[in-house]
């Protein structure tokens, strides 16, 4: 019998391979997007093909696999996708955040400033591989927050918004040990309309 299984595929780029320099170099994008990106997302048909988990979306692969390799290689799935798909070129016309977007990041930090500084700490501060997330909840309020690894906003109920990786292979080609300066370099990049859909 032919199967009908839908496999997941590597999000498509919203942008050439250059267009984040001298942010993210197309070295690293081609490296990162399209050798460890992809890898995940090869992973991840494999391991659910099959199984009672084949044919859920990827979000509720992410809430309802155990701690494992189903989730780790899901988890870094959407992660990734929604990574490389909140950039905007370098050289584009600068995106703002939503009057909603704003209105509760001044609620939660009192200005964008002090949350790109909150940004900034966590990502400093997290040991080892992981991910920094500007996540909401369902009151609005809005969150930074430490991941590590693979884990992801989604399987704790929240809404994912702007995804800093902080694991080396994202930075290091073109910053070296510069996590942080990375990480604030980053902002530059974000796609604001993005954020706002994803806010809803």
Not at 5 to 19: C, G, R, S, V, W
Not at 172 to 182: E, F, G, I, P, Q
Request: one cysteine or more.
């Amino acid at each position: 019998m032919t199967s009908l299984f839908m496999k997941f595929l590597i999000a498509t780029l919203p942008y050439a391979p250059n267009a984040l320099e001298p942010v993210i170099s197309r070295q690293t994008v081609e490296l990162h997007y399209g050798v460890h990106y992809q890898t995940y997302v090869d992973k991840l048909n494999s391991l659910i093909a099959g199984t009672e988990l084949e044919g859920e979306s990827l979000e509720d692969i992410v809430r309802k696999a155990p701690e494992g390799p189903v989730f780790n290689n899901a988890g870094q799935v959407l992660n990734h996708q929604l990574y490389f798909t909140q950039f905007q070129p370098a050289d584009a016309p600068e995106t703002y955040p939503s009057d909603e977007m704003m209105r509760l990041i001044d609620r939660s930090f009192g200005s964008l400033e002090n949350m790109k500084h909150e940004v900034s700490k966590a990502a400093s501060a997290l040991f080892g591989s992981g991910w920094v997330w500007v996540e909401a909840d369902a009151d609005g309020n809005i969150y930074v927050c430490q991941y590590r690894n693979a884990d992801n906003p989604v399987r704790y109920g929240r809404i994912p918004l702007i995804a800093f990786d902080v694991w080396e292979h994202a930075y290091y080609l073109d910053w070296m040990n510069k996590r942080t300066a990375h990480v604030d370099a980053l902002w530059g990049l974000i796609n604001w309309d993005v954020i706002a859909e994803r806010l809803g």
